[in-house]
């Protein structure tokens, strides 16, 4: 029995020293690029995260608090997971018009169907603020510059188990309708 657990424990760590996984935050991603890279990644740092100019930050959002969504027309068409938007396709639906068992297509725009309380979020910008918290500078402080006016949406959120603070800023959009499913 001894000898089956250490031969598992041994396996277990052998896998564990292998593994390059985990959360990779977007602005942080020029520390991974070499490695992705030598592995036939073929976008840079800047194609993945910019402040500066178009990215790929800006077609991916942030869908209901939640999930992801993609940008894919300029005209704001989105897509998601059927999982991300069953609440709202439920919501939506009724005896007569069963949405997830009979799935949903807008013809025009006039049939699109508007989902109330739910929202998508554009990052628009991420920053370690770890040292800035550390100075005395306070989080209500830099929430209330961050959101300039009400323009932007911010929050301040612990990573790497508390011991950094990463400030994250959004541009939020509350007109989200359902076009299919």
Request: charged share 25%.
């Amino acid at each position: 029995m001894k000898r089956i657990f250490s031969t598992l424990c041994l396996a277990l760590l052998s896998l564990t020293a292998l593994a390059d996984e985990g959360m990779w935050l977007p602005s942080l991603i020029s520390s991974r690029i070499d490695d992705m890279r030598a592995k036939g990644f073929q976008l840079t740092a800047e194609d993945i995260y910019s402040i500066n100019k178009a990215s790929l930050k800006d077609a991916v959002m942030l869908f209901d608090d939640g999930c992801t969504a993609e940008l894919i027309s300029a005209e704001g068409l989105l897509i998601t997971n059927h999982h991300c938007g069953y609440g709202a396709i439920q919501h939506l639906s009724s005896v007569e018009h069963d949405y997830l068992t009979d799935g949903f297509w807008a013809q025009s725009r006039e049939e699109e169907l508007p989902n109330e309380n739910l929202n998508v979020k554009f990052l628009k910008r991420m920053e370690d603020i770890t040292e800035r918290l550390a100075a005395g500078e306070s989080r209500e402080e830099i929430l209330e510059k961050a959101r300039e006016n009400g323009r932007y949406k911010a929050s301040i959120e612990q990573m790497y188990y508390g011991n950094q603070q990463f400030l994250f800023v959004y541009e939020q959009f509350d007109d989200v309708r359902l076009v299919g499913t």
